[in-house]
């Protein structure tokens, strides 16, 4: 049995784009997912060849449907379910910005719970000045 369409949380679960189905579930209905620069609800149900918006931390995550797995896939076998479409910079400012936050002096030891709460405001704030559509 081939399936065409499948509900939007339950395919971003089986292709490991979240951790659990809840974790999807809550992210669609924080209007974390858009297809087609849409909200969605988690129910929505998706199609080969849409492309998928998915917002995770200060990440903005495009991808595109090739197919639909029958359950949870290992890792290894995501590439064949979808095309990652995001884009070198959006992974490239990610990974500047975690430098940038994150910094430690060599021999400061661990953040205290008080650096920690900062960071995360830091981290927080930073994130939500950029606006996406």
């Given at each position: ?38 909200n ?91 606006d996406w559509?």
């Amino acid at each position: 049995m081939i399936m065409e369409k499948t509900r939007i949380d339950k395919w971003l679960w089986m292709v490991r784009i979240f951790k659990t189905r809840s974790m999807a579930s809550d992210s669609c209905n924080a209007g974390k997912v858009k297809i087609g620069g849409v909200n969605c609800k988690p129910s929505r149900e998706v199609k080969t060849n849409e492309e998928i918006q998915v917002r995770i931390g200060q990440l903005l995550k495009t991808v595109k449907v090739l197919d639909f797995p029958k359950n949870r896939l290992p890792a290894k076998l995501t590439p064949e379910y979808y095309e990652d479409l995001t884009p070198q910079e959006e992974y490239e400012r990610i990974k500047m910005l975690h430098e940038h936050v994150e910094y430690r002096e060599h021999g400061l030891g661990r953040p205290t719970k008080r650096d920690r709460r900062q960071l995360d405001y830091l981290k927080d704030f930073l994130s939500d000045t950029e606006d996406w559509e």
